[in-house]
């Protein structure tokens, strides 16, 4: 597990670093780095042997032997695996490391400690819709609209869209853009721009939401500010450049928010949390990115007497 964390941390610090470095230096110092921050390795090493032993179960049970039940994310990966080509164990656990550095949940988890009176609209939301939304993948507009409003204000990453002219281009303003040259989306200021977000520095977790589903009741927080068009976390606009944009945009984007919602849900659910200390600063940033502080304590108390 230590490694697991480690792992996410070195690559972003190998990646800035080599971003910083002159073309002829970057693979000879980034292969070196890499040998040196081995926590991929580790990680990757780790899991093969019980990855291996899935694969196996997986063949025994089509030839009609009795397997343990499995319920996790191996073992889900290997389920949803094409099934025409099965994936051998290094591309699962491969598979694996990508979504386990896919995560931006910490922030969603902060800002319902800071933001408490958003838990128990979008608990009566998950009472009511979770099971549905569990079997269709669709629904649980609160909730969206929350993580949603978080990854806008604390995006990991203040830069999308980064794209090499292979030809001589320019810009609607008459920006030009030369062949090999690099141009890229100021996403993180994006979101907070008063010409696409009211209020745009205000959390305000409810505003993607679909204003006649929040009926003036005392149950809602009112919103500070409500978009004028409703949205979800998975659409791409030029306003939310999150999963960037046209034909490259994320294909995993329904996938990572689905994920986010289970983890969510499943911590609102079965937990009461706050942030240990609610003053104390959340990130660290560096160029673009804002890597959630490891330091950052959060205090979690189960409900229900659960576990
Ligand atoms: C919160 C998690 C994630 C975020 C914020 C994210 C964001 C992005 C962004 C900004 C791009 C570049 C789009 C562009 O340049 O226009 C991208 C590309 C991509 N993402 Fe994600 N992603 C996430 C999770 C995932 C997951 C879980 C998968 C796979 C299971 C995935 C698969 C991909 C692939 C394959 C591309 C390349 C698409 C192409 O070049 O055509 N992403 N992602």
Redesign the pocket.
């Known amino acids: 597990m230590a490694s697991a964390r480690r792992y996410v941390e070195e690559t972003l610090l190998n990646a800035e670093l080599v971003k910083l470095l002159p073309k002829f230096l970057a693979p000879i110092i980034g292969g070196a780095l890499s040998r040196c921050l081995n926590s991929h390795k580790i990680f990757f090493n780790s899991l093969i042997p019980a990855t291996e032993q899935r694969i196996l179960e997986k063949d025994m049970k089509s030839n009609g032997y009795q397997i343990p039940q499995r319920a996790d994310c191996i073992q889900w990966i290997i389920e949803t695996a094409p099934k025409q080509s099965p994936w051998s164990a290094e591309r699962v656990i491969y598979e694996l490391m ?2 386990w550095f ?1 995560s ?1 949940i910490v922030y969603v988890i902060h800002d319902l400690c800071l933001h408490p009176e958003y838990i128990e609209p979008i608990r009566r939301e998950l009472e009511a819709s979770y099971e549905d939304f569990e079997r269709t993948g669709q629904g649980l507009p609160l909730l969206d609209s929350f993580i949603k409003e978080s990854t806008r204000l604390t995006p990991v990453e203040f830069m ?3 794209r090499q002219a292979l030809q001589p281009f320019v810009l609607s303003d008459g920006t030009t853009v030369a062949v090999n040259e690099w141009a890229c989306a100021p996403s993180g200021a994006i979101n907070t721009c008063a010409e696409y977000y009211p209020y745009p520095e205000t959390f305000s977790g409810f505003r993607f939401v679909d204003s006649t589903m929040l009926p003036n009741t005392q149950e809602y927080p009112t919103p500070t500010a409500t978009q004028t068009n409703p949205s979800k976390l998975t659409d791409v606009d030029p306003s939310f450049l ?12 329904y ?2 928010s689905a994920f986010m919602k289970v983890v969510i849900a499943q911590l609102l659910m079965s937990y009461d949390f706050k942030l240990v200390n609610p003053g104390a600063t959340r990130w660290i940033s560096w160029r673009v990115a804002k890597i959630p502080k490891p330091w950052t304590k959060v205090a979690l108390t189960a409900r229900n007497g659960g576990p």
């Open positions: 990508a979504i896919g931006t999308s869209v980064r999150m999963w960037g944009t046209g034909r490259m945009a994320c294909p995993g984007r996938y990572a």
